[in-house]
């Protein structure tokens, strides 16, 4: 357990005060993973795991902002395999704006400013050990959170993840799914 007891019951309380988030998030993929189908399934995670998220968990993670998404997916590139292992000059992606409609969220960057909550906070983002975000990952699961708000651990924007298990169909939707397609046919048709 990496959370003791005081740690524990702030974070239980945090849950209780859960509320909702609607807006407009970005979520970057490569092109393998480009189909609208697939963009929201989760499935990434629940094969790989991350922050907030322990393998098995089917977790959609987003950006507030495009340039936040694409540094999000270049440094996790990074720790997965130890060193930069893609740029985003070189990197094709695709990036999908997604509407969020969640009536059950928390956010570590509105977090207090207690020394228990920061000392949550900075074990939770950690650049190196998951242990304790994916800790809190399954309490926030378990209790029915849908989603957590967290600054980038590499800077910049905050992440939405959003916990599917916890959602319904609704929950998130793809806004530019008709462009985006509509862009990958163009580049087909010109490599025929």
Known sequence: MT???????????WISCATPIKGLFFRSVEYRYMDPIDVLSGAGARAY???FAPIG????????????????????????????????DKYPRVVYAVAVDLKKTLSLSTLGSSQVEEAVRIACLD??????????????????????????????????????????????????????????????????
């Open 57 to 88: 968990t089917r977790a959609v993670y987003l950006s507030a902002t495009d340039s936040g998404a694409s540094k999000e997916v270049t440094a996790r590139k990074s720790r997965l395999g130890g060193a930069g292992q893609i740029s985003i």
């Open 49 to 51: 795991g991350g922050r």
């Open 127 to 192: 650049k190196d050990d998951l242990t304790p975000s994916m800790e809190l990952g399954r309490e926030l699961i378990s209790e029915g959170i849908q989603g957590l708000v967290f600054p980038s651990a590499v800077g910049g924007d905050d992440n939405l993840v959003v916990y599917r298990a916890n959602c319904g169909r609704k929950a998130l939707s793809l806004k530019n799914k008709r462009e985006v397609i509509d862009q990958v046919r163009q580049i087909a048709s010109r490599h025929k």
């Open 3 to 13: 959370f003791n007891a005081k740690q524990q019951k702030t974070i239980k309380r």
